[in-house]
Nanobody, 118 residues
Framework: QVQLVESGGGLVQPGGSLRLSCAAS????????MGWYRQAPGKQRELVAS???????NYADSVKGRFTISRDNAKNTVYLQMNSLKPDDTAVYYC????????????WGQGTQVTVSL
């Protein structure tokens, strides 16, 4: 069974930083694209950033220049370094990955809360 396990959320003041991690575990052949989405109260889930297995990266306009996505293919782990955090970044952050088992499927983590507040 494939699982994505996230860590690193929490409470931070505006202007602060947090680093999220998400590791894929279980039995699979390979991990393709990985990424982070977020969902704020009363809003739709939105893409924050994504990264392919060849490190091609895409960011939402709202986080460009502040967030950095990276991955360690040997550890099947994706990271999201979040700097200059704003109250508007407050949301539940979800990790996602496209993973080959006997077929390609998209998997989601359980979500981690990020709160930016004084």
């Amino acid at each position: 069974q494939v699982q994505l396990v996230e860590s690193g959320g929490g409470l931070v003041q505006p202007g602060g930083s947090l680093r999220l991690s998400c590791a894929a575990s279980g039995s699979f052949f390979s991990v393709n694209a990985m990424g982070w989405y977020r969902q704020a109260p009363g809003k739709q889930r939105e893409l924050v950033a994504s990264i392919t297995s060849h490190h091609i990266i895409n960011y939402a306009d709202s986080v460009k220049g502040r967030f950095t996505i990276s991955r360690d293919n040997a550890k099947n782990t994706v990271y999201l370094q979040m700097n200059s955090l704003k109250p508007d970044d407050t949301a539940v952050y979800y990790c996602t990955a496209s993973i080959w088992t006997d077929e390609m499927n998209d998997y989601w983590g359980q979500g981690t809360q990020v709160t930016v507040s004084l």
